[in-house]
């Protein structure tokens, strides 16, 4: 509580600072505009309803590549994490496809997938995927052979013991790996509406707003509901974490 | 008494070192047997072997009579490390219940699971999760899991390495009164001498690597056993003696111990002295 206090006091400080500033003479009028004047626009954006579409938009597309990312990583995780011949198999072509940056393939996605949704999802997928991957791969060499030991003691078989102990053991690596995850995702969703020039989109309304006239007050809006959307992100997974896999933490199982 | 165990020519090879070689012995129902060895000298290995974890590479065991291939149904094994052997993600009634699962309806599993846990006294803890109790507390739950079982044949790994002193006790005179009331079989192996004695009806004495046989001594102590008063007793004093004599060096004071306790003794004596050694030197290098 006192902590959170603390934060609340150290936001309203800088606030305040950069209020004094951008209404000084140390900057010239409208170059950076106070935090007044964005949140007054924020709240009229978020009462138009286009803004409002264009945070959908990537919300959306960022909640379907990190499904799709979770969907396709975990299961291939296991496999990899479970099967040693599979993973000498796969090593090669997974140390040369998880170097490629996902920002540097955009172009290519655009030209595959075109402007629609359809690239920066494709994108983010690729883009989260790996930490998700290495993670459950991680946690299956971490398995404690002798929970193992104690299912099979008791006749478990061994379908069930990759379900009711493997599994269950990995999830808070797994977590940790969705975590990451996200936060890429959300990078690259947005990133991709910037460089693609897409119709919708944060990343599009951010650039449209930059380009021309070069509204600040609306850059800024877009860019502060860009960080809090990473931030509510990431406070819910971290809250999903302590929640359900508070007993990772306890025996030291959490990254 | 009916035998359960029967243990023949039992050996195991990890490459080409030898971890137990060619054992036999018999455990009858309702027995307490424990055997003793030094550290390293294929207790576990035993363990493994008899629970079906790890192939034989000789011999055969049968249990109830049975000939045992792969991992018996009607066993249970609590491992020295409760920490690692109780599934964090689940609560101390879940953990009790896992065995149960696939086997007895969900009414029955609860059921089972809530009343072993009252013969070890954790009627409370039941939707408490592991590491919210101590250690001989997370043991308790293990000991309750393998009875909730309702094995044959109960398997006992150094159970109490690895609690402190007094909880040791408490923990050692609640597995002789769950025995005693549940009528369980149990094999316990452990390093400590004076716990084989206490605990046994019968103790096997195992030599230093590769574990054979070297003694199979009865336990003449009273059925019930006090702390403080059965390791008073002559009797106790006298077997504890023997035991240790048996792992350590001299000869023996029973005719009725067969094998070589001289040689095994002076094996056993330079291994130790080899091991301290090497441990001594460890140290060292540790310090620079
Ligand atoms: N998985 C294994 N692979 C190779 N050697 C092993 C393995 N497990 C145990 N050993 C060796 O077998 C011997 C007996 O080990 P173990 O059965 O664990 O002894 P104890 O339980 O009596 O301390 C030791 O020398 C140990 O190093
Ligand atoms: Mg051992």
Sequence with gaps: MRAAFRGLVGVAVLLLLWELLSNSDLVPPGYIPPP?????????LLLDGVFVYDVIASVLAWAIALGVAIAVAVPLGLVLGSVPAVRRATRTVVELMRPIPSVAMIPLAILLF?????????LAVYASVWPILFNTIYALDELDEQLVDTARAFGTSKPRIMATVALPS???FVMTGIRTAAAIALIVVVSTELLAGA????GQ????????????????AGTVVAGLIGYLVNAGLEWVQRRFFAWGARTGETV | MSTMLEVTDLGHRYGDHTAIDRLSFTVAA???VCIVGPSGCGKSTLLRTLSGLVASTTGHVALHGDEVRGVPDDLAVVFQDYSRSLFPWLTVQRNVEFPLKRKVSRAERRARAAEA?????LSGAGAKYPWQLSGGMQQRVAIARALAYRPALLLMDEPFASVDAQTRFELEDLLLRVRREHDTTILLVTHDIDES???GDRVLVLSKSPATIVANLKVDLPAERDQITTRESDTFVALRAETARLLHGGGTVRPRVQADPEGVAARFLAAERAEQAAQASKRHAAQN
């Design chain 2, 117 to 121: 846990l009252e013969w070890v006294g």
């Design chain 1, 199 to 202: 119709t919708l989109g944060l």
């Design chain 1, 114 to 122: 075109g402007g629609g949704p359809e690239a920066k999802i494709v």
């Design chain 1, 36 to 44: 007044t004047v964005i949140g007054a626009t924020l709240v009229r």
């Design chain 1, 205 to 220: 309304f951010i650039l449209t707003a930059s380009s021309g006239g070069g509204r600040m007050d609306l850059v800024f």
């Design chain 1, 170 to 172: 990995a999830a808070p």
């Design chain 2, 197 to 199: 004695v206490y605990l």
């Design chain 2, 30 to 32: 309702g027995e307490l």
